[in-house]
C-alpha cells in the first residue's frame, strides 16, 4: 500500500502527467464536469505538487477555450444579449457587493477578503479576485483564501446547478441567464450551460463575460476607495472572443469550420476543469476557515435565490437568439 501510495504522490507530481490526462480527458468527452470531479480527487487523495503549473496553465486554457467557443456564436446575438442584459448586470453586480458587505460585517469578516469575496461573486469568480486583490492592496493570505472559496463553490455549482434547473422547469433560455448571474467563475457558467444545453451555452457565455467586463470600472472603483493607485488588468480573451463571432458572421460559408472550433473548445474546457480541479486539494481548503466559507455560501445562496425568483417572475431581458 505505502509503494502504492508513493507511485501515485510521485505521478501526481509531474506537471506531464496532468497536462497528458487534460488533453486525453478533453478528446474522450465534452463533460466538464467529469474532468473538474478527477482532477479534485487526485488532488484530494495523492496531492498536487505540480499546482503552479497546473493552474498557470488552467488559466491559460480558459481563456483560450472560451475564445474557442465564441466561433459557435453570432456577433449581432452576442451584441444583442449583452446590450439587452447592461441593465440587469449592473443591478445584480450593484445588490451582490451591497449584500456581501452586509454579511460580511454581519460574520465579523475582514473587509478586505470581505470585498473579496464578494467581487468574486458579483462578477466573475477568480478574474474578479485576482483583479480586486491589489487594487485594495488585499494580503497573500486573504487572496488565497478567496480564491479556494470560490474554487469550491464553483465545483459545487457545476454538478448542481444543470439538475437543478431540470427539476425546476428552467428553459434553456432561463437557465443560461441564471447560471451567469448565480455562477462565480466563467469556467463554471460554461461548464454547467454547456451540459444544459446549446442555447443555454449561448446565453449563459455571452451574458458572463459581459460581466467579466465590469471588473475593470468595480476594480478602479475599489482601488480609490481603498487609496491605491494599483490599476486592474485588462482581461485581453474577451476581445478574442467577440473576434471570433465576428468571424463567424464575415464568413459564414466557413460555418463547418466555426462549428468545429466551437466543438473543439467545449472539449477543452474538459480539461481545463481538470486542471482546475487540480488545484483544489487538502492544503487548499485548510486555509479557508468556517466563517468566510459561511458568509460565502451564504452571499451565494441569496444570489442564486434571487435572481432564480427574478428569473421565474420574468424580469429578464429578451434573449432569445
Known amino acids: 500500500m505505502d509503494i ?29 464536469a467529469v474532468g473538474l470531479a478527477l482532477g479534485l480527487a487526485i488532488a484530494l487523495t495523492a496531492g498536487n505538487p505540480a499546482q503552479k503549473d497546473t493552474s498557470a496553465a488552467s488559466k491559460k486554457l480558459l481563456q483560450l477555450s472560451v475564445i474557442m467557443l465564441g466561433f459557435g456564436m453570432r456577433f449581432d446575438a452576442v451584441l444583442k444579449v449583452g446590450f439587452a442584459s447592461l441593465w440587469v448586470t ?28 464578494s467581487s468574486g461573486t458579483a462578477i466573475c469568480g477568480g478574474s ?7 487594487a ?26 444543470p439538475p437543478l434547473g431540470h427539476a425546476l422547469g428552467l428553459t434553456q433560455e432561463q437557465f443560461g441567464f441564471w447560471a451567469a448571474l448565480a455562477i462565480h467563475d466563467t469556467s463554471s457558467v ?11 451555452l449561448a446565453i449563459g457565455a455571452t451574458v458572463k463575460l459581459t460581466r467579466a467586463l465590469w471588473i475593470l470600472p468595480v476594480s478602479y472603483l475599489g482601488a480609490r ?9 485588462f482581461q485581453w480573451f474577451l476581445l478574442g472572443f467577440l473576434l471570433a463571432a465576428l468571424v463567424r458572421s464575415l464568413a459564414p460559408g466557413f460555418s463547418q469550420l466555426w462549428d468545429a472550433g466551437a466543438l473543439a473548445g467545449k472539449h477543452m474546457m474538459t480539461g481545463t476543469l481538470f486542471l482546475v480541479g487540480g488545484g483544489l486539494g ?18 451565494w445562496l441569496a444570489v442564486s435565490a434571487l435572481s432564480l425568483t427574478a428569473v421565474k417572475l420574468g424580469f429578464m431581458p429578451s434573449l432569445a437568439l
Open 90 to 117: 449592473l443591478i445584480s453586480i450593484s445588490a451582490t457587493l451591497a449584500i456581501g458587505s452586509l454579511l460580511g460585517k454581519a460574520f465579523g469578516i475582514e473587509r478586505k477578503l470581505a470585498v473579496l469575496l
Open 190 to 200: 460554461v461548464g454547467a450551460a454547456s451540459i444544459y444545453g446549446a442555447a443555454a
Open 4 to 32: 502504492h501510495n508513493a507511485l501515485m504522490e510521485r505521478t501526481a507530481g509531474n506537471k506531464y502527467f496532468w497536462f497528458a490526462a487534460a488533453a486525453l480527458l478533453s478528446v474522450i468527452t465534452p463533460n466538464p
Open 136 to 161: 485594495i492592496s488585499a494580503s497573500s493570505v486573504e487572496t488565497g483564501v478567496a480564491m479556494a472559496v470560490v474554487f469550491l463553490l464553483n465545483g459545487i455549482a457545476l454538478f448542481v446547478f
Open 282 to 299: 487538502r492544503a487548499e481548503l485548510k486555509k479557508i476557515g468556517a466563517k468566510p466559507l459561511v458568509m460565502a455560501v451564504a452571499l
Open 128 to 134: 474578479a479576485i485576482a483583479a480586486m486583490a491589489p
Open 225 to 233: 476607495l481603498a487609496g491605491s493607485d494599483a490599476k486592474a488588468k
